[in-house]
């Protein structure tokens, strides 16, 4: 029993003193891929910010180029903006440290070693997988918190940046109301030198009784040295104004105005021209201002409002209905049904000509009252289905930006591993172009996700879902090592496809023990040359196959099998030929496939299946009979050069 006892401690303690040493061995590779991978990710991290940063600079330059503002304000809007862009950072930043990380470890045999201690793929990632599930919280925390208050204040000093200097903000063609009382409209504007061209000008500075229109040729608008007002300088125009006091607007006496004729003019218009941020609680009604729970609490009101205005328009129409029901009396519902039974062209034809034409001017007034009707309510139920997506389209994209966290990991962490190459090269490429990919999905599914022509859940989540399938083939693929871009593999493939084949390249050794048996192997390529011209004179591989035969009934053709394996078992022995010009000649021999001329695959309901379904049947009966023809092509080859070989031998045999 004591013995018993001692052995079983024994293991116990044997098997504890090996577990910890796995722990701590463990605990050091987890403290080794955290470390390698965290230093890559700040570093990715803020190289990505940059770039998008640099890219949303680019949007908005012209709202900050020469408006003087201080640095305080362009810090402001840096930071805001950075703000932003750190939900759409983080993805990227992880694909790229992934990447880098573990293609560093591949590249460094780093990897090798792991699985060979027998630590698994998995195994290696955990680490930095559970690091990326951390990100991805701390992005939707960032994006449920921090992200909606830096867009409102982002928003706000776009918005305020656009007041500062209004010379610079007037578009071409359209009306410009940006300036108090004033509505400008320019037909077009020279960015270089700041001149005006085409000006008409709605001055409603008193009242809309004493509005004055200004048309210029050319005009001139600058901000004085105070920035308190506008300079506007106007040539080549006419002023018009209504006088104030002389008639009213409703009688029917003509309203007396003034007319001037200038050759340049200078109005000076109150403006405060300086930076004022605008309050940003005006924006809170913008979805992307709001965390979770307030576009939860708006999509309700949202709905319910929806719901309110759909129930008031059908009672309406059911109010407008009935009233039309019991405005009928008995005696003109007589008439009314009886008129049912008779078409109305016949009724139409029988009245008289003004009555036929009030008929149809009666009738367009009310479709075209019911079409304005209708048109009203489009607008007003469009604005409340497009706030309505708006807000589910943040609901969402809150969620799938941050699980784009996971996905990228699971995809560059794999491919990082597959590849095998570390540095900013190779990984960079690659993880742009996927980034690029997820881009173009997902602004393409958020645009036709606002535009309702997508469901917002759908045109939200397609990049997730086009990505994730891709994740977890490649995590699949690198867990069993398995060379996804072994292009060798490819290639073969496709060279199989076409029907295209590689061509011997046997070259001369540096050392022979044994030469070929000469006679022996000429013996052996005149029975080949026999074999091949007897399976051509009777196979008659010239014409086209026998469709039935060639889906339905095949058999294997033994014949060809072992005449493709005499000529690989001589082609190995003159393999040790000394003499350069039968090596010649085996090279030119053709590397045959015994089974392409029979059948398209290998098993047999494949076949038929073909068979059956004409079209693709059709293209496989032809790449058949394409390989019948280069089978008959190789035949000629092997007797020709195996008739050159047999001279060749016979010369080296009296020499």
């Not at 690091?131 to 204040?153: D, E, H, I, R, W």
């Not at 309510?377 to 389209?393: E, G, M, P, Q």
């Not at 690989?568 to 015994?594: C, F, H, Q, T």
Request: aromatic share 14%; hydrophobic share 45%; proline share 3%.
């Amino acid at each position: 029993m004591y013995a018993l006892f001692c052995n079983f401690y024994l293991k116990f303690a044997r098997h504890s003193y090996e577990y910890q040493k796995k722990m701590r061995l463990f605990k050091k590779l987890d403290i080794f891929i955290l470390k390698a991978y965290s230093l890559l990710f700040v570093g990715t991290f803020f190289i990505c910010l940059f770039i998008f940063m640099m890219q949303f600079m680019w949007l908005h330059i012209d709202k900050l180029v020469g408006k003087g503002l201080s640095i305080d304000v362009l810090a402001q809007f840096f930071f805001y903006a950075s703000l932003t862009l750190i939900p759409m950072s983080l993805p990227l930043s992880i694909l790229l440290a992934s990447l880098i990380t573990f293609g560093n470890f591949g590249e460094r045999f780093e990897l090798l070693s792991m699985k060979a201690a027998g630590i698994s793929l998995i195994r290696v990632f955990q680490p930095t997988a559970i690091l990326v599930v951390l990100l991805s919280l701390g992005s939707f925390y960032f994006q449920n918190v921090t992200s909606p208050n830096a867009t409102k204040k982002l928003a706000a000093m776009l918005y305020s940046l656009k007041q500062k200097s209004p010379e610079l903000e007037i578009p071409e063609g359209i009306f410009y109301n940006e300036i108090p009382g004033y509505n400008l409209f320019v037909e077009k504007k020279n960015k270089d030198t700041g001149m005006l061209y085409g000006v008409m000008i709605y001055n409603n500075t008193n009242s809309y009784e004493d509005t004055q229109i200004v048309l210029a040729d050319s005009a001139l608008l600058q901000s004085t040295a105070d920035k308190q007002h506008l300079l506007l300088t106007l040539y080549q125009g006419e002023r018009f104004q209504n006088m104030k006091g002389q008639s009213s607007v409703l009688s029917n006496t003509s309203i007396p105005y003034m007319r001037e004729t200038f050759i340049e003019e200078t109005d000076l218009i109150a403006f405060d021209a300086n930076f004022k941020t605008m309050d940003a609680s005006r924006l809170n009604a913008n979805a992307q201002t709001k965390n979770i729970i307030q576009i939860k609490s708006d999509i309700d009101s949202i709905t319910a409002m929806k719901d309110s205005v759909g129930r008031a328009a059908y009672q309406e129409a059911q109010r407008s209905f009935m009233n039309k029901a019991t405005s009928v009396s008995s005696k003109d519902s007589v008439r009314v049904q009886a008129a049912k039974s008779i078409p109305f062209d016949k009724l139409f034809a029988k009245l008289e000509s003004e009555d036929q034409q009030r008929v149809i001017q009666t009738a367009a007034y009310k479709g075209a009252n019911a079409i304005s009707d209708y048109e009203f309510r489009k607008y007003a139920t469009n604005d409340i289905n497009r706030a309505l997506r708006l807000h589910w389209v943040e609901y969402n994209k809150k969620m799938t930006l941050s699980l784009a966290c996971l996905i990228f990991f699971f995809i560059g962490a794999p491919l990082g591993a597959i590849i095998r190459k570390g540095g900013l090269g190779v990984p960079v490429v690659v993880s742009v172009a996927i980034f690029i990919f997820y881009y173009i999905i997902n602004v393409s599914g958020e645009k036709m996700a606002k535009s309702g022509e997508w469901n917002v859940v759908f045109g939200i989540w397609m990049s997730s879902m086009i990505l994730i399938p891709i994740g977890a083939f490649l995590t699949y693929k690198a867990n069993k090592d398995s060379v996804v871009f072994n292009f060798e593999a490819y290639q073969a493939f496709f060279k199989k496809l076409l029907g295209l084949r590689t061509s011997r390249h046997i070259s001369r050794k540096e050392v022979i023990i044994d030469d070929p048996d000469y006679p022996e192997v000429k013996q052996q390529i005149q029975e080949l040359i026999g074999q091949c011209q007897d399976y051509s004179s009777k196979n008659r591989l010239r014409l086209a196959p026998n469709y039935f035969k060639l889906f339905f009934t095949y058999q294997t053709d033994h014949k060809m099998i072992e005449v493709c394996n005499r000529l690989e078992e001589l082609v190995v022995i003159l393999s040790n030929s000394r003499d350069a010009a039968i090596l010649e000649y085996i090279n030119k021999l053709p590397i045959m496939a015994p089974h392409a001329h029979t059948r398209p695959f290998e098993h047999k309901k494949f076949n038929q299946l073909l068979g059956i379904f004409i079209p693709a049947g059709l293209f496989f009966f032809f790449r058949i009979w394409f390989y019948r023809l280069r089978l008959y092509k190789d035949l000629n080859n092997i007797q020709n050069y195996g008739e050159k070989i047999i001279q060749r031998i016979e010369n080296i045999i009296t020499t």
